[in-house]
């Protein structure tokens, strides 16, 4: 498995878990629960500096960009306009021209804008950005933004933060039939099974924080999720047994009295 | 006061020196530049700019970080 790399873009990623950022309790624990999860890919979202009190630590000072690779996302963003304002900030702020793209159609179920990811996507890749966008369990949709330039597909496990685990896992399968590029399993994972599992499918990495972040010890967690996705990894690189209705002894009947 | 100009930084009324640059307003805000991405009035600055625009009255400054989160 040494040479298992996941290339997105020309960019090389040691970790196929990557993680979010949010819910912590602090950064002291931010970053213990990354450290331990083994992720080289956090994502991180951009927010107005807090001008009032300058006392507060800054993520950075926790998390070296030199270490990880920092992903920007556009979190929180319902418009193509928004979603484009804050990826283009995110570069000003000096990164990379990585974003993860998020245009999101509700706020209940933070389901992807499919039509606003798509339409910002193409903006954002005539600007030279490399867009990971954050879909829905759509495969139309993901081939859609693969053939406009994204070089990898983030879709859903479920909605975000709901740790409902793999939905539709059929429609995932189509997905990673259908395009040619990374597809990085993205929210709603809830426990280390579900991660095992969307790498059993055949994902090439897991994006969560919720399921993280939310469990009663984080950082235990963080280290499930890393077994989780290494063996969900190995399981399908390996190839799994085909399913059966009925038995299949193990043992010879050759040599039975 | 004279000399000065109104401005929003980040949404909040300031009242803020005349003739300021982006640069100096970040350096007295304790804002490390390296962090950060500033717009003026809709518009992304370049870093290299910072130390040339200078604030005038009725100016938008929005200063933005990276901060916790995943998705949404």
């Known amino acids: ?18 993680v979010g950022t949010g819910k912590y309790k602090d950064f002291v624990e931010t970053q213990k629960a990354i450290e331990a999860s083994g992720a080289d890919v956090v994502t991180v979202a ?7 009190d300058r006392s507060k630590d800054n993520l950075l000072d926790y998390i070296d960009p030199k270490k990880y690779t920092i992903l920007p996302n556009t979190a929180g963003c319902y418009t193509v306009e928004d979603a484009v304002r804050y990826s283009r900030l995110a ?9 993860k793209l998020e245009v999101l159609g509700d706020e209940k179920t933070l389901f992807p804008d499919t039509a606003g990811l798509i339409e910002a996507a193409k903006i954002l890749i005539k600007e030279g950005f490399i867009v990971l966008p954050y879909t829905n369990d759509d495969p139309i949709v993901a081939k859609k933004l693969v053939d406009i ?3 990898a597909v983030m879709p859903l496990a479920a909605p975000i933060g709901s740790g409902l685990g ?7 399968k189509i997905i990673m039939e259908t395009v040619k590029v990374p597809i990085i399993v993205d929210a709603g994972v809830g426990t280390a099974s579900d991660a095992a599992l969307a790498m059993e499918y055949g994902a090439d990495a897991v994006l969560m924080n919720t399921a993280i972040a939310g469990a009663q010890d984080p950082i235990a967690m963080a280290e ?7 063996a969900g990894r190995l399981a399908y690189k390996a190839g799994r047994i085909p399913r059966k209705l009925y038995a299949t002894a ?3 009947i050759e040599g039975m009295l | 006061m004279q000399n000065a100009v109104n401005i929003h930084v980040n949404g909040e009324p300031r009242t803020w ?4 640059s982006v640069a100096e307003l970040l350096r007295e805000l304790d804002i490390k530049i390296e962090r950060v991405a500033v717009e003026l009035n809709l518009e992304i600055l370049d870093r290299a700019v910072f130390d040339q625009r200078l604030l005038q009255d009725g100016d938008r400054v929005e200063i933005m970080s990276f901060i916790g989160g995943g998705s949404s």
């Open chain 1, 149 to 151: 330039g994204c070089p």
């Open chain 1, 250 to 252: 193990s043992s010879p």
């Open chain 1, 224 to 230: 499930a999720m890393r077994h989780a996705v290494h």
């Open chain 2, 17 to 20: 020196r005349s003739g300021a």
């Open chain 1, 46 to 52: 951009v927010r107005r500096v807090n001008i009032t």
């Open chain 1, 91 to 99: 570069r000003a702020a000096g990164v990379s021209d990585l974003v």
């Open chain 1, 166 to 172: 793999i939905r539709n896992p059929y429609n995932l």
């Open chain 1, 1 to 18: 498995m040494a040479d298992d790399r996941l290339i997105i873009a020309g960019r090389e990623f040691k970790s196929r878990l990557w």
